[in-house]
C-alpha cells in the first residue's frame, strides 16, 4: 500500500450539538459502523467540551491535536460550533490546512445550498465531489514526502 494513501483515515463533521452530520472512511483497516461512528463523535465532542472546561489557560478552544501511538486526531471547530476532524497518520503534514479547505468547500457546497437544513446530515453530491477532489490532490502531494 502507497504511504500517501494512508495518510487520511476518516472525515468526521460534527454540528455544535455533538450530533454526527457527515462521515467518510478513507480506507482505515478497523471499519467503524454506523453505531461506532456516531459514538466516536460524541465522545470527540464531549471531549472537546471538557478540555476547554480544564484548560488552566483563559479562552482555550478545546482539543486542536489528540496524538496516539498509531494515528494523530486534528481538529478545527468553526465560529458556529461546527467541529471537523480527521484521524490520519501519525506526523500527516498540512492537516490544519486541509481542514481550512473542508470547512471552505462547506460553506460553499453544504450552507449555500437552499435544500439543506442546519444540523441535519450532510447529502450534497456537490460537496462529496468537491470533498473527493481535495482529499485526492492532499494524497497526491504527500507522494513528494
Given at each position: 500500500?502507497n504511504?500517501?494513501?494512508?495518510?487520511?483515515?476518516?472525515?468526521f463533521?460534527?454540528?455544535?450539538?455533538?450530533?454526527?452530520?457527515?462521515?467518510?472512511?478513507?480506507?482505515s483497516?478497523?471499519?467503524?459502523?454506523?453505531?461506532?461512528?456516531?459514538?466516536?463523535?460524541?465522545?470527540?465532542?464531549?471531549?472537546?467540551?471538557?478540555?476547554?472546561?480544564?484548560?488552566?489557560?483563559?479562552?482555550?478552544?478545546g482539543?486542536?491535536?489528540?496524538q496516539?501511538?498509531?494515528?494523530?486526531?486534528?481538529?478545527?471547530?468553526?465560529?458556529t460550533?461546527?467541529?471537523?476532524?480527521?484521524?490520519?497518520?501519525?506526523?500527516?503534514?498540512n492537516?490544519?490546512?486541509?481542514?481550512k479547505?473542508?470547512?471552505?468547500?462547506?460553506?460553499?457546497?453544504?450552507?449555500?445550498?437552499?435544500?439543506?437544513e442546519?444540523?441535519?446530515?450532510?447529502?450534497?453530491?456537490?460537496?462529496?465531489?468537491?470533498?473527493?477532489?481535495?482529499?485526492?490532490?492532499?494524497?497526491?502531494?504527500l507522494?513528494?514526502?
Open positions: 500500500m504511504m500517501a494513501l494512508a495518510a487520511i483515515y476518516s472525515l463533521i460534527i454540528n455544535k450539538s455533538g450530533g454526527l452530520i457527515y462521515y467518510k472512511d478513507y480506507g483497516a478497523g471499519r467503524m459502523d454506523t453505531n461506532d461512528s456516531l459514538r466516536l463523535a460524541s465522545l470527540w465532542h464531549s471531549m472537546h467540551a471538557i478540555s476547554q472546561q480544564l484548560s488552566p489557560t483563559h479562552g482555550c478552544t482539543i486542536d491535536l489528540l496516539a501511538h498509531n494515528f494523530d486526531l486534528h481538529c478545527f471547530q468553526s465560529l460550533g461546527t467541529k471537523f476532524f480527521v484521524v490520519c497518520e501519525t506526523g500527516a503534514p492537516m490544519e490546512i486541509l481542514l479547505v473542508i470547512y471552505e468547500l462547506y460553506t460553499d457546497f453544504v450552507l449555500k445550498n437552499p435544500f439543506y442546519m444540523e441535519m446530515p450532510i447529502r450534497c453530491e456537490l460537496f462529496d465531489l468537491n470533498l473527493s477532489q481535495v482529499i485526492q490532490k492532499d494524497r497526491v502531494a507522494l513528494g514526502r
